[in-house]
């Protein structure tokens, strides 16, 4: 799950991408995980989270398998939460993403009260996280900073193509789709919301913040 | 510039013709806009699309039909089916935008012919880089960023102090307030332009330390800098330039090479 | 004409790009320049350049003010032809002609040494092989300008391919948006690289894009290369 570290964007594009995730340690606590990482996700719902993932069957943004033509004009943009908490049956990784640092405060004071043993980590603004686990009595463990992107840098597009692209580290979301999308958001071919669904069913895991995508794509449509 | 919505499709050619990507369709009213904070004034939509002078009602009904059905037309790319783009009458300060974006026209704001002087191009002629001195041409904007004149003018400020002389001749110089601390025109801050270049000269033995102040004030700045340095070559055609910039760690392999081809007739006075 | 200075590419990328540009000086050398002009873009046609170009007018592909309908289908690779450019100087303005080869631009500038305009000649290229051609044409370069490429806020710029495009035009009047799309297009089928390359070049206002360096790119992207 290093695929949420190196986000790419300035810390003020950062400011509403919060992901939380829970993994059990493979042979130390994974035995019965899966019904915790059920709690965990179930927990964060009550917290109005923008996207929920199993890292293995995908988050609420997925692709159809069965579509009809009239899905060009009318296409359901993603799966209740609980299907992918119900998907959970393996020791795997479940996130949530939230757009707003309260929810996050929220979902982890329940948490800590919850006390399910398994190791949760947030990926976001390092000290932004650290005020919220201050916040619900929690000290951090450990810590991962991302120092950037370095090497043949020409080979990278422009800023709002990574920032789009990045937010599924694992590469899934191609930089010529983010391309693509940002195009047409300012060509009028599709609105910011739509662009970013389509953006985030690529994302495998469910850690695409849609609420950030929408904000880029609405900046990059007037050229700022 | 600006865009006549009782003429526009919404076809959205001219959306990736903007060097700056100021234009989009408006959701609002569905037609192109051109976002006028960021749009520079360079005239590349109004001149380089061709055009067609067709009927807009019947052109929004086609694509209206055809967009319902999902159906994309594959046009030419560079054309404005109802010639819907409009110039706007330019005025201080905003004309300077069009002043250094547009190839095309003249400074009259500031004078001058072109973005920058003749530079190195015609120094056979006009002797103005000689050996043991490094021409510098400092080039902010570009390419395909723009930039506004308070980006530059944190440039200029941090050059001004040391051993170099600006060119006289470049719009940019024309527009300090003072030349001795580098600052600009207040009221020129904000605008913004497609690119603007700063031209200096120092001797050989300064060259490091402008290029490491360009290098650290580029890391505090919203846009690009493209760094170009020129120096006259000796009776080989060696210049000592060569082995200066190799042992700062630059890495160059392309440039502009003066054949020395060029004389001024023994009627001019030098 | 700063705008031939910072092409963005690996070295291997300018191979094929080799402008030779002709100006005069304000106020030092030009009066009667203009039967020069023309009389160097004559003498470099004999020399097979890839295209030739007069600055603030450009070059054989141009924008159109009256378009048919019928050019959505029928519209040539090629407005003009290199006669048209010449005959269209009437200003003394910068001049060029770009090569795709250095043996090509190393015989045409044999023939410019021998003609002795006086005016100040240039070449936008790779250095060190421009360097060498010089010498093999007899001439001692007089001045060089290098590139040292870009700083700044680099995450603000598109990626290789984008930049190796829309740089031909070093005012950049052509967008990295339209090279991006042109590279989707070719890459997708809808047009060829000479179409797509057209379509850039007609944004080049001094005609100083080097269309056989954009063909070839844009075929690289066609195979997948990145």
Same mark, same amino acid.
């Given at each position: 799950m290093t695929n949420t570290l190196h986000r790419f964007g300035s810390r003020d594009s950062l400011r509403d991408d919060y992901i939380i995730f829970a993994m059990a340690a493979r042979g130390i606590n994974d035995q019965g995980a899966p019904p915790k990482l059920q709690t965990f996700l179930r927990l964060a719902l009550k917290h109005h989270p923008i996207n929920v993932g199993n890292a293995v069957k995908g988050g609420i943004f997925r692709a159809s398998k069965a579509l009809t033509p009239l899905a060009h004009w009318r296409r359901r943009e993603f799966i209740a939460p609980e299907e992918v908490v119900e998907?959970?049956?393996?020791?795997t990784t479940v996130s949530a993403v939230f757009d707003d640092p309260a929810n996050l405060e929220a979902f982890l004071t329940e948490l800590r009260g919850a006390d399910l043993g398994i190791s949760i980590n947030i990926a976001a603004l390092t000290d932004e996280a650290r005020t919220c686990c201050q916040r619900a009595g929690i000290t951090r463990h450990s810590v991962e900073y991302s120092l950037g992107f370095h090497g043949d840098l020409n080979r990278l597009p422009d800023r709002h193509v990574l920032e789009l692209s990045t937010m599924c580290g694992h590469g899934m979301v191609a930089h010529n789709l983010a391309k693509k999308m940002l195009d047409w958001v300012k060509e009028g071919r599709r609105d910011p919301r739509q662009a970013a669904t389509y953006l985030a069913k690529f994302c495998t895991c469910g850690i695409y913040n849609t609420t950030r995508a929408i904000r880029v794509l609405e900046e990059a449509r007037v050229g700022k | 510039m600006q865009i006549d919505h009782g003429k526009c499709?919404?076809?959205?050619?001219c959306i990736p013709i903007c060097p700056m990507g100021a234009?989009?369709?408006d959701p609002a009213v569905n037609r192109a806009t051109v976002n006028l904070d960021e749009?520079?004034?360079?005239f590349t939509c109004y001149r380089g699309m061709s055009k067609e002078y067709l009927n807009p009602t019947l052109v929004r009904t086609i694509r209206g039909f055809l967009k319902y059905l999902r159906i994309r037309f594959d046009p030419e790319p560079d054309v404005c089916p109802t010639d819907a783009l409009t110039p706007q009458e330019l005025t201080w300060p905003r004309i300077v935008r069009q002043a250094f974006s547009d190839p095309l026209v003249p400074h009259e704001s500031t004078g001058i012919h072109g973005r920058g002087t003749e530079e190195v191009k015609t120094n056979d002629v006009t002797g103005r880089v000689n050996e043991g001195e490094a021409g510098f041409t400092i080039e902010f904007g570009r390419p395909g960023v723009g930039v506004r004149f308070r980006d530059i003018q944190k440039m200029t400020m941090a050059l001004a102090p040391l051993p170099i002389t600006f060119e006289k001749k470049n719009p940019v110089f024309s527009l300090m307030a003072d030349s001795a601390t580098g600052t600009i025109r207040e009221d020129l801050l904000n605008e913004k332009v497609l690119s603007a270049i700063v031209e200096l000269k120092t001797k050989l033995e300064h060259v490091p330390q402008v290029l490491r102040v360009v290098e650290e004030v580029s890391q505090d700045l919203e846009t690009i800098v493209s760094i170009g340095v020129a120096t006259r070559c000796d009776g080989q055609g060696d210049n000592a330039l060569e082995p200066l910039l190799k042992r700062e760690g630059y890495e160059f392999y392309r440039g502009k090479t003066n054949l020395g081809l060029g004389r001024r007739p023994a009627a001019v006075p030098a | 004409m700063t705008n031939t200075l910072h092409r963005s590419g690996p070295p291997e990328s300018f191979r094929d790009d080799f402008i030779v540009f002709i100006r005069n000086s304000k106020g030092r050398n %030009?009066?009667?320049?203009i039967p020069k002009l023309k009389e160097f873009l004559r003498t470099a046609l004999r020399h097979r350049p890839v295209t030739i170009s007069q600055y603030r007018f450009g070059s054989t592909v141009r924008p159109a003010e009256h378009l048919n309908p019928r050019i959505h289908w029928t519209r040539p690779?090629? %407005?003009?032809t290199p006669e048209q450019i010449i005959e269209a100087i009437t200003k003394d303005h910068t001049v060029a002609a770009i090569f795709d080869t250095p043996e090509a631009m190393a015989s045409f500038l044999r023939e410019v040494k021998a003609a002795d305009w006086g005016l100040s000649v240039n070449v936008a290229g790779l250095t060190a092989p421009v360097h060498a051609c010089a010498k093999r044409a007899g001439i001692v370069r007089h001045s060089v300008e290098y590139s040292l490429g870009f700083q700044g806020a680099l995450d603000r710029l598109p990626e290789r391919p984008v930049l190796e495009l829309s740089t031909m035009c070093g005012h950049s009047m052509v967008s990295p948006n339209l090279a991006r799309k042109m590279l989707e297009w070719v890459r997708e089928g809808r047009r060829t690289p000479e179409q797509a390359a057209a379509y850039l070049g007609r944004f080049c206002s001094c005609g100083i894009f080097n269309p056989a360096r954009a063909v070839r790119l844009l075929e690289a992207a066609q195979r997948g290369n990145r």
């Open positions: 998907s959970i049956d393996t020791c | 499709v919404a076809c959205g050619n234009i989009y369709i749009c520079v004034e360079c | %030009d009066v009667g320049s690779v090629q %407005d003009l």
